[in-house]
């Protein structure tokens, strides 16, 4: 299940989780590589049940995106102990796929 971080308290919490890998998809409803990746990324907690999903709309928590520097949409961010392991900026869904291979 991805889960909505709809603060910044929220948003601060769920990247401070210890040990466990924790994905953030920073999007827009208005944007369409947004929407077009989103059921790719809905799937991911099923495939990866040990990490974390998350989605901040930068529109309603622009306090979290514009803590976590987001420029541009989609932008995927993974933490581990509140520490940014890696980025990606667009829709390229391969990429965040292999990146939780990666960091989980």
Do not use: R
Request: proline share 5%; aromatic share 8%.
């Amino acid at each position: 299940m991805v889960n909505i971080l709809s603060t910044i308290e929220e948003y601060n919490e769920a990247i401070g989780q210890s040990d466990v890998l924790v994905v953030v998809d920073f999007h827009a409803t208005w944007c369409g590589p947004c929407v077009a990746v989103a059921p790719a990324y809905a799937e991911l907690p099923t495939e990866h049940p040990t990490a974390k999903f998350y989605k901040v709309d930068v529109d309603t928590n622009g306090d979290a995106s514009a803590a976590a520097g987001v420029n541009c949409m989609p932008t995927f961010k993974f933490f581990k102990n509140g520490e940014v392991l890696q980025t990606i900026e667009g829709a390229d869904i391969e990429a965040v796929k292999t990146a939780v291979t990666t960091h989980k």
